[in-house]
């Protein structure tokens, strides 16, 4: 079985509810994505998943010269980040792009899927 990286996007900034319009609409998207959760963790697809804070909390670390340099982040300008992630292990592509398909639903963002290197 390959792991994969199940990235999801969304607009770099943030409106008082997230890209989804209203409380509930947020809410309910929660709880879509808890349940989807629940559903890949018991059909053992499910490895670890979580939820990024807003990228003006990040720190960019740069240790390839003689001393490292931080800056605060993000690392790049953009109209989209990464919001939050599943890695998954599933038997092929076509299952891990289903699941990513469903993950979307969901979550109501886009879905980037992504094999790891050399990990079975």
Known sequence: MTHYLLSVHGPAEREEFGNYGSREA??????????????IKDEGYWVFAGGLLSADTATVVDGTGDEPVMTDGPYLETK??????WVIEAPDLDVALKLAAEG????????EVRPFEGLA
């Open 26 to 39: 947020m809410e309910q998207a929660f709880a879509d994505t808890d349940a989807f959760n629940q559903r």
């Open 80 to 85: 989209e980040l990464i919001g939050g992630f």
């Open 104 to 111: 979307s639903k969901a979550c109501r963002g886009k879905v």
